[in-house]
Structure formats: C-alpha cells, structure tokens
C-alpha cells in the first residue's frame, strides 16, 4: 500500500481532518506499517504549519505566500524540515521522490500546477481540491491516464460514486445523482437571499468547511463545480448526471445502473471517511469515522432543486456542456467574487450574477491548452474588478 504522504494545504479544513484520519489509522498498526507524513504545506497559518511540523516532523515543508515563509523558518528553527517557499515550493513537495500519494487539500485554482506535477511523477492524487479539475480536468485526466498515475476523489460525493461504480461497468451506468443538503438557503425565495449576510452564508447546517467552500454551498456554485468535477473523473457526459437534494447527507451520492439497481454509498456527514478510503484505497480500514446508526435512518427525504433559487446548477450544466474555456471562466469569475463578497464589496447574490456575465462575454475557445485556460482564469478574475469598478451591480 501506498504511505508515505504530501498534504497540500495541511492548515485547512481538509488538512486538518486529513492529519488525524492519518493518526486514527497509524492507531493500529505497527511502526512499520504506519502511514507517513512525508510533506506539508500551509498557505499563511504558519502557526498551525510550524506546529504541524514538530508533530510529524516531515522531510519538507512549503509555505505558499512567500510573505510568510521567514516567519516560518523562525518558527521551525532547529527542526530538521527542509522549507520550501511560493506556488514552486507547493509544486516541489507534490513530486518529490521519497512521496507516493499526493493529498491535494489547498482552495481555489492555486493547486493546478501542483496536481499536474504530482500526476506527471505517476503518484497517487487524492483530489479534495475540485478548482483545478474544474478548469482543466481533460488536461489532468489526460495526463493522469498517460502517466498511470490514478485519480482519487476526497468530495464526499465522488468518493461516494467511485464507490458506487465498483458495482457495474462504466458502459452500465444509466446516471450518476449528486446529493446536496440544499446549504442554509434551502426552501428561500430568491429575492429573499439577494442581500444575505457574510455570517447567514456562512452558517451552513450540515458541514464544517473552509470559507470559500462553504459560500459556494450556499450559491449552490459548489454543485456546478462538482457536475464538472464529475464530468472528468468519471468519463460521463452531462446529460447522465443528476442534483438531488437530501438535506440530512446521510446518502453521500448514487449511481443508478442500466438494469434498474442503484448503490449508493452512505456514512454520517463527516470528511474522515472520503479522505481516508482516499488515502487506503482499495482497502478499507478501521479509522475515526463515526458509524452510522439506525437512528440516523429514520428520516431520510429527497426533493429537486429549486433552479429559480439556484440558477448556479443549470450553469454548471451548461458549462460541463460547453467545456473548453468556459469552466476557467465560470471558475475564476466564482472564485474573485467570492473573496469580494466575504470582503464585504459586494451583495451574496451578486456572486451568480457576476459569474453569469464573465460567462456570457468571454472569448469562448472550444479547445484550449494550458496557457489559455489560465488566461481565461486571469481574464474572469479582472473583469470581476472591472464590474465592480464601474458599479454595475445591483
Ligand atoms: P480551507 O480554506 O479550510 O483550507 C485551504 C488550505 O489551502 C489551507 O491550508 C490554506 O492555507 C491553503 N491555501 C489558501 N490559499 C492558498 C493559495 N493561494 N495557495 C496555496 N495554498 C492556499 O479549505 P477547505 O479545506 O475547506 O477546502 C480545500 C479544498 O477541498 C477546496 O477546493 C474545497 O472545495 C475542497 N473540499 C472541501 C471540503 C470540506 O469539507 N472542507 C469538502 C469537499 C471538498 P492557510 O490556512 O495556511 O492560509
Ligand atoms: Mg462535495
């Protein structure tokens, strides 16, 4: 089995859970056995890194906003860490020699070059960071299957179809349904939640994440970047994928067969259990995961989303349609007006808004290479700032 580990983002929601589901596990085996955490990064909480540090003592440590990486160094003064610094620190530690399995945990389109460093060295990536196979998940899919280096899902969704399409063949497969919980604006009207505050967005009532994700799961823009998500690591075209809402987040996703059966995969809302079968793959181990209980299946409901509510979903449809550049667009225009709304610039429902206009005024390309996507990426990212500038927002 593959152990010896790099956590990208080891300071975030995902990084954190991700170091004790390597403890939970550690548990039980014997020193030989033991998973090992090879390589860390965090992006500023050099804090948490430097603690991290003396805790597992890795053979390398990124810091990723250069900013911070002399107060790191003083931090971990007399560790024996080597530290590496900005976006090519992320990228070494992702395919160093002595790593075999890559946990991609950072946010937002900062890990492409990382993952694709990682896939092009044939590790294993466990992909908790959605944003770079959003943008480019033909190029990283491409170049995993090249370079035989494999692709595991860390969403709790994903996790949950892999899972699921153990029971068929991927010609056997009628459609793929995402779950969702719905996020704290299930069941609002539209012109109720224009002008949600930073805290309402951020008080979602199932998961526990980090910023970024968490708004994206009240805009429901979390789903359409996991409809395209899905799209590229499963091979499958849009039209065979569905959104349900469940909002107890007991079915964590399912696949439907062409003979009618549909496996589902089902665990407590709790990150430990994707992240560690990522990590285990394909075999399964005691770990901290809570178990699920007769209770937890009492009540388990089902209802369609509300596309007036979310008008994120359909365009995530229409992007994983669309491919090309479009994604990189959608992405980035998400991504820039999101830290613009947790700044307090601009209204919760001009998110959806600003994104729908990068879409519909970019310089669609239908195949883009590299460089185009991140020039598409760059382009969203300013035009948000222009929209913003020239007070075009309601
Ligand atoms: P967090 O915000 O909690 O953590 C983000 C991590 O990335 C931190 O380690 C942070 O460092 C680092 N980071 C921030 N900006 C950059 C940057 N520009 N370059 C490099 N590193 C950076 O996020 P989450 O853990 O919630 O999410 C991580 C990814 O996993 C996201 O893509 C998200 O969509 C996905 N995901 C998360 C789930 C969850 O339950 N949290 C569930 C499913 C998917 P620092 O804190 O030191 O500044
Ligand atoms: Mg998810």
Not at 28 to 43: D, M, N, P
Not at 93 to 119: H, S
Not at 189 to 204: F, G, K
């Amino acid at each position: 089995m593959r152990k010896r580990i790099a956590i990208l983002g080891s300071t975030g929601s995902i990084g954190t859970t991700a170091l004790r589901v390597i403890d939970g596990v550690n548990a039980s085996l014997t020193e030989e056995e033991q998973f090992k955490v090879v390589a860390l990064s965090g992006h500023s909480n050099v804090k948490l890194l430097a603690e991290q540090v003396r805790r597992y003592q890795p053979r390398y440590a990124a810091v990723s906003d250069t900013d911070y990486v002399s107060r790191f160094q003083r931090l971990v003064e007399g560790q024996n860490v080597q530290v590496l610094a900005g976006t090519e620190g992320l990228k070494k530690i992702a395919e160093v020699e002595e790593v075999d399995t890559v946990l991609a945990a950072v946010v937002g389109a900062a890990g492409l070059a990382a993952v694709l460093a990682a896939i092009r060295k044939g590790k294993r990536a466990a992909i908790a960071n959605k944003e770079p196979l959003v943008i480019a998940g033909k190029l990283i899919t491409s170049e995993a299957k090249k370079c035989e280096a494999q692709l595991i899902p860390v969403d709790s969704e994903h996790s949950a179809i892999f899972q699921a399409l153990q029971s068929g063949r991927h010609n056997e497969v009628e459609k793929i349904v995402l779950t969702t919980s719905g996020g704290p604006f299930r069941g609002a009207r539209p012109e109720n939640i224009h002008d949600a505050t930073v805290e309402q967005v951020l008080a979602h009532p199932v998961w526990r994440m980090g910023r970024k994700i968490t708004v994206d799961s009240a805009t429901m823009m979390n789903k359409a970047l996991e409809i395209i998500e899905a799209r590229w690591l499963f091979n499958m075209t849009p039209e065979k994928i569905e959104v349900l809402v469940h909002p107890q987040s007991i079915i964590h996703s399912l696949v439907e067969f062409v003979d009618g059966s549909v496996i589902a995969q089902m665990g407590i809302p709790d990150m430990s259990l994707p992240i560690q079968y990522a990590l285990t793959y394909p075999v399964r181990m005691a770990g901290i995961a809570k178990k699920l209980k007769a209770e937890h299946l009492r009540t388990l409901t089902f209802e369609q989303p509300d596309f007036r509510v979310f008008p994120a979903i359909e365009m995530g449809f229409e992007v994983a349609q669309k491919g090309g550049t479009a994604a990189a667009v959608f992405n980035a225009a998400n991504e820039a007006a999101v830290e613009q709304f947790l700044a307090g610039r601009i209204k919760f429902g001009n998110i959806v808004e600003l994104v729908r206009h990068c879409l519909e005024n970019c310089n669609y390309r239908d195949r883009a290479t590299l460089e185009e996507l991140l020039e598409a990426d760059a382009w969203a990212k300013k035009e948000v700032m222009e929209c913003l500038k020239n007070h075009q927002l309601r």
